[in-house]
């Protein structure tokens, strides 16, 4: 005669739970991607150490010091940066384009300036490889001001993998900048101000996506100040 033995219906569902998390892949965790780990892309979007957006835009500020002259002569450059430590890589090159316009009486007012690059970066959490297009304004460029003031758009389009909860999917991620009023100081080429948003779009392989929105704020000691939600970030 056979035995059954009656299973308690809380504990089928705990079990069936716990299975089915331990089968969650890559592809299902990017509707889960948190507000911290988007504040980590952010900041892989800005920050220099993985060669982000303030990297070839300071090196932009150099550039126009050296430029303030040629009054309406279209000028560009290519710029090839690498570097290997233990907290990040990167590989990138950048295009940069930029024109000068000054008044009838060749003062300059304000500096207009394209960035396309491409490359790899990697940090412990997260490595990938990107697309990035700039389109920036420069003013503040007479002798007096202090500080170059920066308004426009940056963008990065690519792959990331990043280690998300014990999996490791790769995305395709899109991060979106918005400056408004990022100062550069012309004596020590850091960010000392400014605001601006970032958009994160992240799509999984089977097309699953996910939108995350983020303030920034450029601080005056040289970090930067990610928001999304309720989450805060400084580097």
């Not at 889960?32 to 220099?48: C, G, K, Q, W, Y």
């Not at 930029?98 to 960035?115: E, F, Y």
């Not at 929105?213 to 100040?225: E, R």
């Amino acid at each position: 005669m056979k035995i059954i033995q009656k299973i308690s219906p809380i504990l089928f569902f705990a079990v069936l739970g716990s299975f089915a998390a331990c089968k969650k892949s890559g592809e299902e965790i990017i509707a889960l991607l948190s507000a911290t780990e988007a504040a980590e892309i952010v900041e892989n979007s800005v920050s220099a150490k993985t060669a982000g957006f303030t990297m070839p835009t300071i090196d932009m500020a150099q550039i126009v010091d050296t430029y303030l002259n040629s009054c309406n002569v279209p000028g560009d450059t290519t710029l090839q940066k690498s570097k290997t430590l233990p907290s990040a890589s990167y590989n990138y090159t950048f295009n940069m384009d930029w024109l000068v316009t000054c008044s009838a009486a060749n003062v300059p007012q304000s500096t207009a300036v394209s960035i396309q690059g491409n490359g790899s970066f990697g940090t412990p959490h997260w490595s990938g490889a990107d697309a990035t297009t700039g389109e920036l304004v420069f003013t503040g460029l007479s002798p007096q001001e202090t500080a170059y003031i920066v308004n426009g758009s940056y963008d990065l389009t690519g792959d990331v993998t990043g280690s998300l909860r014990g999996a490791n999917p790769t995305l395709n991620c899109t991060t979106e900048l918005t400056l408004v009023n990022l100062t550069i100081s012309k004596t020590t080429y850091k960010t000392t101000g400014g605001n601006g948003t970032a958009k994160v779009i992240a799509t999984s392989g089977s097309g699953e996506q996910q939108t995350l929105n983020a303030s920034l704020t450029f601080n005056a000691d040289g970090t930067v100040t990610v928001t999304v939600n309720d989450y805060t970030h400084s580097f």
